[in-house]
Every structure is written in structure tokens, then in C-alpha cells.
T-cell receptor
Framework: NAGVTQTPKFQVLKTGQSMTLQCAQD?????MYWYRQDPGMGLRLIYY???????DKGEVPNGYNVSRLNKREFSLRLESAAPSQTSVYFC??????????????FGPGTRLTVL | AQSVTQPDIHITVSEGASLELRCNYS??????LFWYVQSPGQGLQLLLK??????LVQGIKGFEAEFKRSQSSFNLRKPSVHWSDAAEYFC???????????FGAGTRLFVKA
């Protein structure tokens, strides 16, 4: 049982390049999330998916797109990377579909640098 | 506006000493409260959570937290800190009616021998 896995662990991009961060969970969870973590700011929600086939914007969605490919996988795409998107990105999942009461299980993170 | 404040950016305690990490929240409705821990290079792991009932909740690794509605606080405590407790700790509030959890900025704990 691997829990929540993320690839890649590290990535360096040039401004304007695109990339997709991959996330998968093997816990049969309904909900999945993408967060970014910046120094002194805690975690901020980018997008979430309450169930397979649905996605919704979180607090900081601009510049990102997501796909809930199936129940296991939830990817985050940066179409045209900007230096402001330099951050650590965490994927998380939770069993239920109520969000605010669920325990979230986090992946190890992707450290992204945009030059 | 809803917010979570962790007043201490970092704290240093000696191994074996007691620990208290502070968390204050601003939220009009009944809060759903969480403490998560992040070890270096790892994702966040749930330590404990409070939804209702007894205001003193027990978590993993010997941690406990007390909800005080009158002070809008949910402080995390441990009677005796171990070197392996060195990590960053995040307080979080789940917002009713939405899918949003607000995280505090975190408190980094250093443990000295």
C-alpha cells in the first residue's frame, strides 16, 4: 500500500514551458486535492476533485489546470510556467466527499523551480 | 475572513522537556480542527483532529490538543519531547459548507540534546 505517490520529485522549468505533475492514490479515496506550499504561507488549495469526473477551483487556481483521469489519478498541469509558480506542490486524498471534515493523506511533494 | 494563526514561526525545546504549540483561528461557525506534522522532505501526516465532544483530544505519537472556544484556540501539547519530534507542525481549520481547509503558516520545532 503506497498511499499517495507523486512524480516527479524535483523539476526545473524555464519560463513559458509546460509540464504535468502526476498524482496517484491506492486507497480507493473519493476526493483528491492539489496544494502549493510557499514559505511562511502554509498550504493553499489549487484545485480539488470531490469524486471521479468532477473538479473545482480552490483558493489559487490561476495558471493551472487539472484532470481527474480516474478514481486513482489526479494530475496538475502548468500550461505556461511563470517564476511565481516556483513552489512545493502536494497532492492529497481523502476517503469521503465532504472535504472539510475529512482526514487528508498527503504525497511526498514535488519541488518545482521556474527560472 | 477565516484565518488560522500560528504565532511562533519556530520553537526550540530540549529533549525531554514539555512542548506547547499555539494555534488561533478566526471562523464564525463550528470549526473542524486538525493538527498535521511534516517531517523534512515528507508530506503532511495527521496528528489529531477535533470535531465535537470532549475538548481534549489525543493523537498519535503522544500528542494532545485542547479546544478552547472562548479563546478560539486549539493548542498542541506533548509532555516530553523526543528528538524525532523535530518537524514542522501545521494547524488547520475545515470550513463547513465547502471543500476548503485553511492551513496555518506552520511552526518549525527544533529539539536540542
Amino acid at each position: 500500500n503506497a498511499g499517495v505517490t507523486q512524480t516527479p520529485k524535483f523539476q526545473v522549468l524555464k519560463t513559458g514551458q509546460s509540464m504535468t505533475l502526476q498524482c496517484a492514490q491506492d486507497m480507493n479515496h473519493n476526493s483528491m486535492y492539489w496544494y502549493r506550499q510557499d514559505p511562511g504561507m502554509g498550504l493553499r488549495l489549487i484545485y480539488y476533485s470531490a469524486s471521479e469526473g468532477t473538479t473545482d477551483k480552490g483558493e489559487v487556481p490561476n495558471g493551472y489546470n487539472v484532470s481527474r483521469l480516474n478514481k486513482r489519478e489526479f494530475s496538475l498541469r502548468l500550461e505556461s510556467a511563470a517564476p511565481s509558480q516556483t513552489s512545493v506542490y502536494f497532492c492529497a486524498s481523502s476517503e469521503g466527499s465532504r472535504g472539510h471534515t475529512d482526514t487528508q493523506y498527503f504525497g511526498p511533494g514535488t519541488r518545482l523551480t521556474v527560472l | 475572513a477565516q484565518s488560522v494563526t500560528q504565532p511562533d514561526i519556530h520553537i526550540t525545546v530540549s529533549e525531554g522537556a514539555s512542548l506547547e504549540l499555539r494555534c488561533n483561528y478566526s471562523y464564525g461557525a463550528t470549526p473542524y480542527l486538525f493538527w498535521y506534522v511534516q517531517s523534512p522532505g515528507q508530506g503532511l501526516q495527521l496528528l489529531l483532529k477535533y470535531f465535537s465532544g470532549d475538548t481534549l483530544v489525543q493523537g498519535i505519537k503522544g500528542f494532545e490538543a485542547e479546544f478552547k472556544r472562548s479563546q478560539s484556540s486549539f493548542n498542541l501539547r506533548k509532555p516530553s519531547v523526543h528528538w524525532s519530534d523535530a518537524a514542522e507542525y501545521f494547524c488547520a481549520v475545515g470550513l463547513t459548507g465547502g471543500f476548503k481547509t485553511i492551513f496555518g503558516a506552520g511552526t518549525r520545532l527544533f529539539v536540542k540534546a
